[in-house]
T-cell receptor, first 111, second 113 residues
Framework: DAGITQSPRHKVTETGTPVTLRCHQT?????MYWYRQDPGHGLRLIHY???????DKGEVSDGYSVSRSKTEDFLLTLESATSSQTSVYFC??????????FGQGTRLTVV | DQQVKQNSPSLSVQEGRISILNCDYT??????FLWYKKYPAEGPTFLIS?????DKNEDGRFTVFLNKSAKHLSLHIVPSQPGDSAVYFC????????????FGQGTRLTINP
C-alpha cells in the first residue's frame, strides 16, 4: 500500500461538463503523476508535479489541467469532458524519484 | 510513435513452467526499465526494475534481462504460479528528477493448472 487514495473510484458524466479527480497521498512525497490507461496504449502520462504549485505536461495533456496546492493533494480537471476522455485514470507517486507506485484508479465514463 | 512495445498481447503458460515476457524499446536515452503487474480493477503494482548499467536483475522468482544493443528486455518468471495470471506492463524512463514512465501496451499472462 503506497498510501495513495483516489476519488471518486467511478464516475459517469455528460459530455461538456467539468470533472475533477482527486489524488491524495499520506507520505508527503515530492513527485506525483496522473496517467490514463486505454486498451492498446498501456498507460500514458497526462501531467505530473514536482512540488506544490510546480506542474508540467506529459504525453497526452490536451484537454486536462492539474493543480497542486498542498503536498498531499494532486487534482486532475477535465474542463469540458469529451467521449475520448473515457478511460481509467491512475495517480502515482515516486518516493525516490525512481519506481512509481500507483493508486487504485478512477474509472471515468463520458456519455 | 510507440517508444516501448510489447508485441505479444497474450501469453499462456502451464503452471510450474517458465513464463517469458518480452519488451522492445526505440529510445536509446532510456536508462531505467521497470515491470509492473496489474490485476483487474486494481492499480499497477511494481514488480522489478533494472538500470541500464546492468544486464540482469533477480528478485525471487522474477528475473529481468536487458540487452541494450538489441534494445530489448525480458521478464522471466520461474516457476509460474496461478497467482501470476495478470497483465504485465514494461516501462522505461530517463532518470532526470521526475520519473516520467513510458509504458508498453501490456501482455496478458494466463497460467494454466
Amino acid at each position: 500500500d503506497a498510501g495513495i487514495t483516489q476519488s471518486p473510484r467511478h464516475k459517469v458524466t455528460e459530455t461538456g461538463t467539468p470533472v475533477t479527480l482527486r489524488c491524495h497521498q499520506t507520505e508527503n512525497h515530492r513527485y506525483m503523476y496522473w496517467y490514463r490507461q486505454d486498451p492498446g496504449h498501456g498507460l500514458r502520462l497526462i501531467h505530473y508535479s514536482y512540488g506544490v504549485k510546480d506542474t508540467d505536461k506529459g504525453e497526452v495533456s490536451d484537454g486536462y489541467s492539474v493543480s497542486r496546492s498542498k503536498t498531499e493533494d494532486f487534482l486532475l480537471t477535465l474542463e469540458s469532458a469529451t467521449s475520448s476522455q473515457t478511460s481509467v485514470y491512475f495517480c502515482a507517486i515516486s518516493p525516490q524519484g525512481i519506481e512509481a507506485f500507483f493508486g487504485q484508479g478512477t474509472r471515468l465514463t463520458v456519455v | 510513435d510507440q517508444q516501448v512495445k510489447q508485441n505479444s498481447p497474450s501469453l499462456s503458460v502451464q503452471e510450474g513452467r517458465i513464463s517469458i515476457l518480452n519488451c522492445d524499446y526505440t529510445n536509446s536515452m532510456f536508462d531505467y526499465f521497470l515491470w509492473y503487474k496489474k490485476y483487474p480493477a486494481e492499480g499497477p503494482t511494481f514488480l522489478i526494475s533494472i538500470s541500464s548499467i546492468k544486464d540482469k536483475n533477480e528478485d525471487g522468482r522474477f528475473t529481468v534481462f536487458l540487452n541494450k544493443s538489441a534494445k530489448h528486455l525480458s521478464l522471466h518468471i520461474v516457476p509460474s504460479q496461478p497467482g501470476d495470471s495478470a497483465v504485465y506492463f514494461c516501462a522505461a524512463s530517463v532518470i532526470q528528477g521526475a520519473q516520467k514512465l513510458v509504458f508498453g501496451q501490456g501482455t496478458r499472462l494466463t497460467i494454466n493448472p
